[in-house]
């Protein structure tokens, strides 16, 4: 398990996220992804029913997949993987269509949404953006690491799990505001791009259970890698179906130009 982990650590780019969409959705989602990226640089989600193209990802270890298991009950166990192994690759994910951000909006602590669809080039760049920010965010998993582990041992109360889970979303939201700046705000609009932190999976059931259970799970350094945040981009079918029309145009465009400059050469 680990070894798989560290292997694709370093080449996985982002990770699908297509929970709700149906088979249609999903092939042409696929199909702009091969158009972009190299298989092993799209990750799979354990749940994905397509295993055609990218690659598999997993849990580093089994205690992380323990402890996010046994305290998010009540979450879906794809919604809790990609929140939870999108903090551990440091790859954003790409949420194909609106049932998916459905799915993943009750964990979001920022969003940006915006009146019209992105082109093509815009995607990518906000692709690009979502990993460079969850990479400059990746070490606040350490914050929360080890106040749990002060929490287990009783030096902290748990309000001040509370406490640090409001000042994540305080410092993330102004963060992504600067980093997200030029995507045009509509609060009226369609979600564009999001950021989901892991914790909020798990902080009702660190707060109600007995810290004595709680010390029972498995709190070791590969647990630590899910505390990071998960940045998503919302990528709808129809704007791929635009995407591919706005191809296909400009093929059409280029071989009826290309006789004419045959003629004159």
Not at 8 to 32: C, D, I, P, R, T
Not at 239 to 255: I, T
Request: with cysteine; glycine share 6%; aromatic share 10%.
């Amino acid at each position: 398990m680990l070894h798989h982990y560290l292997s694709l650590l370093k080449s996985v780019q982002l990770l699908l996220f297509a929970s709700g969409e149906n088979g249609g959705a999903l092939e042409l989602g696929m199909k702009w992804l091969r158009r972009h990226f190299q298989p092993v640089e799209v990750g799979l989600l354990p749940a994905s029913s397509y295993k055609g193209w990218g690659v598999a990802v997993n849990y580093p270890q089994g205690s992380a997949a323990r402890v996010f298991t046994e305290l998010s009950p009540d979450a879906p166990p794809e919604v809790r993987d990609a929140l939870v192994l999108s903090s551990c690759y440091i790859a954003p994910l790409m949420v194909l269509g609106n049932k998916g951000w459905e799915r993943l909006s009750s964990y979001a602590l920022w969003v940006r949404r915006t009146s019209r669809l992105p082109d093509e080039n815009e995607i990518l760049r906000l692709l690009h953006l979502s990993a460079n920010a969850t990479a400059q965010w990746f070490p606040l998993a350490r914050e929360v690491y080890h106040a749990i582990l002060d929490y287990l041992h009783g030096e902290l109360q748990p309000d001040a799990l509370d406490i640090l889970a409001e000042k994540r979303r305080i410092q993330i939201a102004q963060e992504a505001e600067r980093i997200f700046n030029t995507v045009p705000h509509h609060e009226q609009g369609s979600p564009l791009v999001f950021v989901a932190d892991p914790l909020r999976l798990i902080a009702p059931w660190l707060r109600t259970m007995k810290r004595t259970l709680l010390a029972e799970l498995p709190w070791d350094e590969f647990a630590s890698l899910g505390f990071g945040f998960a940045v998503g981009v919302i990528v709808t079918p129809e704007n791929l179906r635009r995407f591919f029309r706005s191809e296909q145009a400009e093929r059409r465009l280029s071989h009826a130009r290309t006789p004419s400059r045959n003629r004159h050469g």
